[in-house]
T-cell receptor, first 111, second 119 residues
């Protein structure tokens, strides 16, 4: 599986958009970009995933560059409850494909 | 979304005893489940892939005789930490994909985690 690079930490003001970047320059053609977050002492929560098109759901938007070497997760209106570690993971699809977690980005939403 | 449940949420045991943690997919079937371990202030580390009806596949450095995995049905996988020692104290998390979901596009659902403390 391709490796990802994320900033260690970021701050965001409550109510503003949080933009979390991720580099995955070695991604292969059949690998998806997944985003999860982990709030302290809980299991990771699925946010969104995509292959090459931009994706949006009720939680966030995922913007993938045309060359697929990087992506940005956008939380449109961050709240204090969005404070968590956000993981960007690249993996093939299929039921048996495992997700390898990196160090993630600690997003701190400030009041 | 789909739900994965773990039990117990937390457990305290004496050194040398064995502890079993259950992972259930509540509303979908999963031929494959994954077990992770997380130490404080660290990321999740994949321990093993649990395969229904066959032997688990362990990641490098994970002792298969210490961390016994059984995946007897499409909705249940168990992790048994045998002869637990204080260094086994950790947050254990399981996950699964919906077997009948769209192949190649499904998200991995995670349990709430089980915190093990070995005294």
């Amino acid at each position: 599986d391709a490796k990802t690079t994320q900033p260690t930490s970021m701050d965001c003001a409550e109510g503003r958009a949080a933009n979390l970047p991720c580099n995955h320059s070695t991604i292969s053609g059949n690998e998806y970009v997944y985003w999860y977050r982990q709030i302290h002492s809980q299991g990771p929560q699925y946010i969104i995933h995509g292959l090459k098109n931009n994706e949006t759901n009720e939680m966030a938007s995922l913007i993938i560059t045309e060359d697929r070497k990087s992506s940005t997760l956008i939380l449109p209106h961050a709240t204090l409850r969005d404070t968590a570690v956000y993981y960007c993971i690249v993996s093939g699809g299929g039921a048996t494909n495992k997700l390898i977690f990196g160090t993630g980005t600690l997003l701190a939403v400030q009041p | 979304g789909a739900v994965v449940s773990q039990h117990p949420s937390w457990v305290i045991c004496k050194s040398g005893t064995s502890v079993k943690i259950e992972c259930r997919s509540l509303d979908f079937q999963a031929t494959t489940m994954f077990w992770y371990r997380q130490f404080p202030k660290q990321s999740l580390m994949l321990m093993a892939t649990s395969n229904e009806g066959s032997k688990a596949t362990y990641e490098q450095g994970v002792e298969k005789d210490k961390f016994l995995i059984n995946h007897a049905s499409l909705t249940l996988s168990t992790l048994t930490v045998t002869s637990a020692h204080p260094e086994d104290s950790s947050f254990y998390i399981c996950s699964a994909r919906d077997h009948f979901g769209p192949s190649g596009t499904g998200e991995l659902f995670f349990g709430e985690g089980s915190r093990l403390t070995v005294l």
